[in-house]
């Protein structure tokens, strides 16, 4: 039940683009993204709602295909600040009260 | 505004001791949730509550009890302390306008000998 992420790590240098994928073997109602820096607290992305755009955040955006029951996070022109853990999460149904279920996170590393 | 205020920060048992979390958020929040993190592992839920006085079973609820006594706060107890306890504790709240975004708390590093 736990999504899958993909790449579990990735490098980059200053201004390449990263893209990060989260697949589920269920149906799901939304995808919530957040990034968590060494030694800190999750923060909230962004969350794509079923029958939802894409959304964005500064550089960063991402999608939502509900036919495939995946998404993914965009990442442009990356700056050193976004390296940290990225995490998405799932919510299966609209009254699930917000219980998410996260996959194992992907490494980004963003180097000079 | 301290958000979701986490206590303690650190803190080391012996096999078998027990011990209280404290979590305390000052946003008003209904939901309000307990995670571990282990490495490699993500973010696995514990408890979580949708209001005073409620409280329910997330993924893994076994060698953990919780109480939502008071709105603002959300306590994980551990009875019976075991080494594969070990884990970084997070708590986070949800809820308002903004009810999809959780917040989280700073975390309690747990060891467990």
């Known amino acids: 039940q736990q999504p899958v992420q993909s790449p579990q790590a990735v490098i980059l240098r200053e201004g390449e683009d990263a893209v990060i994928n989260c697949s589920s073997s269920?149906?799901?109602?939304?995808v919530h993204w957040y990034r968590q820096k060494h030694g800190e607290a999750p923060v909230f992305l962004m969350i794509?709602?079923?029958?939802?755009e894409q959304k964005g955040h500064e550089k960063i955006s991402a999608s939502f295909n509900e036919k495939k029951q995946q998404s993914s996070l965009y990442l442009t022109a990356s700056q050193l600040s976004y390296s940290g853990t990225y995490f998405c999460?799932?919510?299966?149904?609209?009254?699930?009260?917000?219980?998410?279920?996260f996959g194992k996170g992907t490494k980004l590393s963003v180097k000079p | 505004n301290a958000g979701v205020t986490q206590t303690p920060k650190f803190r080391v048992l012996k096999t078998g001791q027990s011990m209280t979390l404290l979590c305390a958020q000052d946003?008003?929040?209904?939901?309000m949730y307990w995670y571990r993190q282990d490495p490699g592992m993500g973010l696995r839920l514990i408890h979580y509550?949708?209001?005073?006085?409620?409280?329910a079973k997330g993924e893994v609820p076994d060698g953990y009890n919780v109480s939502r006594l008071k709105k603002q706060n959300f306590l994980l107890g551990l009875e019976s302390a075991a080494p594969s306890q070990t884990s970084v504790y997070f708590c986070?709240?949800?809820?308002?306008?903004?009810?999809?975004?959780?917040?989280f708390g700073a975390g309690t590093r747990l060891s467990v000998l």
């Open positions: 986070a709240s949800s809820g308002g306008l903004a009810k999809n975004i959780q917040y």
């Open positions: 946003m008003n929040h209904e939901y």
């Open positions: 794509l709602l079923k029958g939802g």
């Open positions: 269920k149906a799901l109602y939304s």
């Open positions: 509550s949708v209001g005073e006085g409620t409280t």
């Open positions: 999460g799932t919510e299966r149904s609209g009254g699930s009260q917000g219980n998410l279920i």
